[in-house]
């Protein structure tokens, strides 16, 4: 099963706007409202930011938003932080009723 | 204290067995969707399988490359998930997370991650 596209890194400087991309199919990024991304920091277990495409969890800043258009998924970090600085990943539930990954992107706050 | 906390993890010969574990605590065990996540070194992280609460039914599913080969089930006597790994290959080598799958947000949103515990499939 292939994974959702996601570009391999994106950089930012602190203050800025950046945005993440996730590319899959109508049989699961465009055909459900069931994507989420997730922080991972080195050697950390990932944390979930935003779930069901818009929504955040308690305690998610609210600098971090979800959106989605098709079959693309976006999440945006506005007011880019050092501590942002981590790997993100994006999911979808596919049908068939399995979840897929998608390949990760390496954030830089430069 | 809401957590999860996975044991179990090691170093294996391929074709071998190990079997991991999963102890919940602070939540309602028997309510929530549990699955299995994994990181191969350096690499994505890769969806294992899931195992539905009793109260939905639960069914276990798969990822294609583990199906028939690894088996999920939970022990709600003891609020643990348990992941039995059998004929491991060397591409099973990973960081292995168990989390809640939906259970606060609901739309398959994996909420709750463990520590992950490491298996090393090697000769």
């Known amino acids: 099963q292939s994974a959702l596209t996601q570009p391999a890194s994106v950089s930012g400087s602190p203050g800025q706007s950046i945005t993440i991309s996730c590319t899959g199919t109508s049989s699961d990024v465009g055909g459900y409202n069931y994507v989420s991304w997730y922080q991972q920091h080195p050697g950390k277990a990932p944390k979930l930011m935003i779930y069901a495409v818009t929504n955040r969890p308690s305690g998610v800043s609210s600098r971090f938003s979800g959106s989605k258009s098709g079959n693309t998924a976006s999440l945006t970090i506005s007011g880019l932080q050092a501590e942002d600085e981590a790997d993100y990943y994006c999911s979808s539930y596919r049908s068939t009723s399995r979840v897929v990954f998608g390949g990760g992107t390496k954030l830089t706050v430069l | 204290e809401v957590q999860v906390v996975e044991s179990g993890g090691g170093l294996v010969k391929p074709g071998g067995s190990l079997r991991l574990s999963c102890a919940a605590s602070g939540f309602t065990f028997t309510n929530a969707w549990m699955s299995w996540v994994r990181q191969a070194p350096g690499k994505g992280l890769e969806w294992v399988g899931r195992?539905?609460?009793?109260?939905?039914?639960?069914?276990?599913d798969y990822a294609a490359p583990v199906k028939g080969r690894f088996t999920i089930s939970g022990d709600d006597s003891k609020n643990t998930l348990y992941l039995q790994m059998n004929s491991l290959k060397t591409e099973d080598t990973a960081v292995y997370y168990c989390?809640?799958?939906?259970?606060?947000?609901?739309?398959?949103?994996?909420?709750?991650w463990g520590q992950g515990t490491m298996v090393t499939v090697s000769s």
């Open positions: 195992i539905e609460s009793k109260t939905d039914g639960g069914t276990a």
């Open positions: 989390a809640t799958e939906g259970y606060t947000y609901g739309y398959h949103a994996f909420e709750m």
